[in-house]
């Protein structure tokens, strides 16, 4: 008899449960031979009433950034597997345990946000980070929620959605703009019928920028007085030292540089990128900011490290699985030729 009183509790209480939230979702169809890395959908929050619990937002098969509003409570989001673990973290974003991240802001209805998830791999050293962010109207700029590394080994972003999930005493619907994936080679997919503008993200000029910077310069400059960099001087904010002086043709921003170079990060020396017997060609015009900037105090045969802050590097893009947002970069440049552009 007691068995089968709490059997028929653990039922009740199922049931009950069940029936406290309701969900909807929007799958957009995918195809195998797409290999996405981001996922971006507009979506606007109206007719939001007693929001005992209320959440929407886009998820793939990595995780989920959502609008959240708790009772007087609203938010930001970002919700991966528990085991997963921080690699990086917005300015003000609360990054906790269980693989979320909490970002208090209080959004309005009536309003489109952008939310938008990205992810790098690397095979061969097991490695997957999965990013989340949102675009805020008001300041007309794209904000990092955070990003953290993916327990398990994956190569693509797969099942993307859009979503409601509700407590049944609230009301509230999510009306959903434009949604778009991005292939691994940089194109656009639009994952509804029509074919509007293709979206521009600038990475670099997002919220935090300005209190980024400030931090990136910190550390840097913390590190060449306690002397665990023998950078020394500084270019436009790119600090640098020049390891070995050239004896042939001064560097040109408009040149071809073919170079041996090494990357890797600030934080702890993780080698991200090299050369190895044959050295690297590539117009300099096309490189980040930084590179431009220090590249062209070389001469032909010079060695030069640069140490870049994440402003002049990637800012807070999710570039690769080694690099994660908001990365001081260090490269070690060796100038082999440059070939001028006539």
């Known amino acids: 008899m007691i068995y089968r009183f709490i059997f028929s509790l653990m ?3 199922a049931t009950c449960a069940n029936a406290t ?15 996405a890395v981001q996922f971006m959908a507009e979506i606007k929050i109206t007719n939001l009433n007693n929001p005992k619990r209320f959440r929407a937002g886009i998820s793939t098969n990595l995780g989920s950034v959502y609008l959240y509003a708790h009772k007087n409570k609203k938010g930001v989001s970002f919700q991966m597997h528990e085991l997963s673990r921080i690699v ?20 309005e209805t009536d309003k489109t946000y952008k939310l938008m998830v990205a992810m790098a791999s690397d095979s061969a050293d097991n490695i997957c980070i999965y990013a989340a962010y949102i675009f805020l109207p008001e300041e007309n ?3 990092l929620i ?10 693509k972003l ?8 509700k407590h049944k005493k609230s009301t509230g619907d999510i009306t959903v703009g434009e949604v778009w994936c991005q292939r691994s080679n940089g194109s656009w997919r639009y994952m509804k019928e029509g074919s509007p503008t293709l979206p521009v993200i600038n990475y670099f000029g997002h919220l935090d920028s300005v209190r980024q910077r400030q931090v990136d310069m910190k550390l840097i400059t913390d590190a060449i007085a306690t002397g665990k960099t023998d950078v020394k001087q500084n270019i436009e904010g790119v600090y640098y030292t020049m390891m070995k002086e050239g004896t042939g043709k001064q560097v040109l921003v408009s040149d071809t540089v073919v170079a041996h170079y090494k990357g890797y990060l ?49 800012s807070i893009r999710t570039r690769a699985a080694k690099i994660p947002p908001n990365s001081i970069l260090v490269f070690e440049i060796e100038v082999v030729d440059v070939k001028s552009v006539r």
């Open 146 to 155: 955070g990003s953290r590394r993916n327990p398990f080994m994956r190569n």
């Open 88 to 107: 990086a973290t917005g300015q003000g974003v609360k990054g906790l345990s269980y693989g979320s991240f909490n970002f208090d802001y209080q959004w």
């Open 21 to 35: 939230v309701t969900d909807s979702t929007i799958n957009y169809n995918l195809p195998d031979s797409v290999k």
């Open 11 to 13: 039922l009740l209480i």
């Open 141 to 143: 700029k794209w904000k």
């Open 266 to 314: 600030f934080s702890n020396g993780t080698v991200f990128d090299q050369t190895k017997e044959k050295p690297a060609t590539f117009p300099l015009q096309r490189l980040i900011k930084a590179w431009q900037l220090a590249v062209p105090l070389c001469k032909v045969g010079g060695k030069i490290k640069i140490v870049i802050p994440s402003d002049l590097a990637y």
């Open 158 to 165: 797969e099942t993307p959605t859009t979503f409601v999930s």
